[in-house]
Each structure stands twice: as C-alpha cells, then as structure tokens.
C-alpha cells in the first residue's frame, strides 16, 4: 500500500514537471510568434516609409518634362487669345491678375506642361498689372485728396510680396504638379467665399447709404453724412465724376515708389548674381539670403512708422489706424504667403492679398489698384527668374503679354465706366469673387487630371532635385 502511495506520487510528480515543460514551451512558442510579428509588423511599416521616401523623392529621376508646342495659327491660338482676354479683363478689374484662368488655358488649350504654363501665366501677369497700373497711376481717390494707390500699404506688403515670389519660384522647381492641388482648392475656395461675402456685405451698405442720401436730398437737398461707413460710395449717375485723373507726375510718391524699386533692382542684382555662381554652393546660398534682409529693411521701416504713427494708411479715410506690432508681423506674414502661392502656382499674389485689403476696410477701388501695383513688382521679377531658368518660349510669351495688356486696359475702362453709372463699387468685389473661384474649379481640375493620369501611368510623382533641375 505504501509501494502505491509512493509510485501516485511519482507518476504527480512526473505529470507536474510535464505540464510544467508543456506550458514553458507553449510561452516559448508564443513568445517568438509574437516576436516574429511584431519583427514583421515593423517591417511592413519601415516598408511603408520607405516606399513614400521612394515616391516623393527618387534621385536622379526628375519629373520635369517640357512641352512647348509650335506656335502657329489655328482654333488653339483662337481660343487661348479670348478665354486669356477675358481673364486678364476680370483679373485687372478684380486686383488678381488672373493667373487662376491663364494657368489651365495654357495647359488645356495650348498645350503647355504645367510648369510652363506658370511661367508664361507670370508673364501675362505681368503684362496686365503693368497697363492697369498705368491706368490707375492718374486717378484720385473717389472720396479723399490722395492717389487711388495707397503706397504706404503697397510699402508694408510689396517687399515680403516679393520675398515670397522667390520663394514660391524654387518651390515651383522642386514640388510636382499634385502636392499642392488640395491646398489651392482649399485657399481659392476659402477666400473667395470671404471676399462674396465682403461684396454682400458692402452691397447692403451702399443700399442703405443711397436710400439715406436720397431722402436728406429731397427733404434738405443736402449731401448725405456718410462719415460712420468704411467708405463713401460712389454716388449714381453718369454725371458726378468720382474718379477723376490728374497728370501722372503729380499723382506719383517719388520717395515711396523708390524704396519699391530699391527693393526690385535689389532682387534683380541677387538674381543675376547668382546665375554666374554654382547651383546650391555656399555662396550661392549666400547670396540668395540677401533678399532678406533686402525686403525686410524696407517693410520693417514702414511697420515701425504705422504702429508709432508717423505714418498711417491713408486710404481708410477718418478711420485712425492703430495697428499693433503683432498685427503687422501677421500682415507681413500674409504677404509672405501670397507671394509663395503666386509664385509656385503663377498666379497673381491679389488672391491673398485682395481680400485681405477688403478686411482691413480699404475701399474696393483702392484694394483692387494697390493690389494690382504690388503685383507689378512681383511678376516682373517671376518672370525675370523663369526667363533665367529658361521655363518658357518668349515667342509665345510675348505675344500672350499684348493680348493680356490689351485686355486690362479694356478690363478697367468697361468697369470703371458701370461703376460710375450704378454708382456700386461692390461690383469690384463680385468680380474678385468669382475671377477666384473659377480660378479655384480650373486650377482644382487641371490639378486632379494630371495627378490621376500619372498615377494611370505609373509616373513618378515625387519632388524634383533644386540642385539639378
């Protein structure tokens, strides 16, 4: 009996040990299963970094592929000229330039790739914004003893406009076509949805303001007090002149404008020094952080002068303009923005700058000019850099400026003209309204095309290299 007690004992302990045994080895197991799969999981996703390293950026395989078509008459050059007249007509009179119409004719009509296209877009920019601001250089302010171009606010803005073009020109370089397609439909979008709403807003108050005048004319015959609006609207009627010219020598600030065209000659001096310099060397990089300092020293000066009150923007009339230093850095920082987009996508900065001229209370007339002499500097100086990149054919360049200069000349007389007859300034904002959102669907489905067409293809999509591009 003992025997047996001894032996169940034996056989427990046996089977204990076994178990034990069985249950390491089982944890064991499990251990390196798990191992294994999390060795896997961590390579699945090492594989899925490496393999978007791989698409953004492949080395020695660039993107950039030309297409420049041969320039001869026929149902292309037809329809480019008037969808390209019709934008440079609405882009001048809206202070946008109309790059969001130029970019998609060039590539959807002509034929151009895309980077060309925004360069050539650059180039009819430049053309419209320089006949409109000839136009707009002899004009008055509709309501104050002033040139209808505010040339403290180009003063704040114009140099980091700038700043930001040279900027936007090596991203242009660098991003493919896609990566910056859903950032544009979300800003061209957004602002011009803002600026719809500014025009409504500013519609109602030019609604209120008539109905005002008019009873005061025909109870007092009295001028109606229009000291508590933003800005007086131009009153109806083909009569009462509102935008009056004056010689263009007496409606220039030479001290202004020169400080803007020490701050162009300034990049140009970067620009060409750095084509006898190679491409991403020290001093190559050297040189181009110039601008800089450049743009800053000029912008820093006026924001200083606004915010101590030595000098104000003048073209909000009464209102006193107390801007604080973080408001101007923001402002700045705007320009920055626009100047970037414009030169990335070859559109004009006034997509930004446009509405934000609206929200800080410049009248509409005085938005749309002074964003449109900003633009003057910044897309002739795109168009200097893409010329030295050698991004477009000048053929087909020069022959797009004369119908884009043609255009904004019509563009401004056509409209300055209805304005002073309904006596609505507001239209200035509906155009700018919609000028950006059909910039928006072109731009938005070009960009769309192009990126589902390469992914058909199996094209690479990444960046390109700005050292060797």
Known sequence: ??????????????????????????????????????NQ????????????????????????????????????????????????ALGSVGGVGGGGIFVPMLSLIIGFDPKSSTAISKCMIMGAAGSTVYYNLRLRHPTLEMPLIDYDLALL????LMLGISIGVALNVMFADWMVTVLLIILFIGTST?????????????????????????EESKPADGASQDYKPLPSGPGNRTEYEVPLLQNIYWKELSSLVYVWIGFLIVQIIKEYLPTCSVMYWIVTSLQIPIAASVTIFEAIC??????????????????????????????????????????GGGFILGP????????????????????????????????LLDRFPVPYAAYFVLVATIAAIAGQHVVRRIIAVIGRASIIIFILALTIFI??????????????KKLANKEYMGFDNLCKA
Not at 7 to 36: P, T, Y
Not at 157 to 160: I, L, S
Not at 196 to 212: H, Q, R, S
């Open 194 to 218: 803002k600026a719809l709403f500014k025009g409504i807003d500013t519609w109602k108050k030019e609604t209120i303001m008539k109905k005002e005048a008019a009873k005061v004319e025909s």
């Open 1 to 38: 009996m003992g025997g047996i007690q001894v032996n169940l004992r034996g056989l427990a302990m046996v089977a204990w040990i076994l178990f034990l045994v069985l249950v390491m080895s089982d944890v064991g197991i499990a251990e390196r299963l798990l191992k294994h799969k999390r």
């Open 356 to 387: 934000l001229f609206l929200e800080l209370g410049i009248p509409p007339q005085v938005a749309s000019a002074t964003s449109t002499f900003s633009m003057v500097f910044s897309s002739s100086m795109s168009v200097v850099q893409y010329y």
């Open 41 to 88: 999981e961590n390579e699945e996703t090492r594989g899925v970094f490496v393999r978007v390293a791989n698409f953004l950026w492949q080395d020695g395989k660039p993107a950039y592929k030309p297409v420049w078509p041969e320039m001869k008459f026929g149902w292309k050059i037809v329809v480019g000229s008037i969808v390209g007249f019709l934008g440079a």
């Open 439 to 452: 910039s928006a669907i072109s731009l938005g489905g070009v960009g769309i095309a192009a990126m589902v």
């Open 306 to 347: 606004l915010s101590k009150g030595t000098r104000v923007i003048a073209s909000k009339g009464k209102e006193i303009t107390n801007w604080k230093m973080h408001q101007l850095l923001l402002y700045c920082s705007c320009g920055i923005i626009a100047g970037m987009v414009g030169g990335l996508l070859g559109l």
């Open 157 to 160: 803005f114009q140099p980091m």
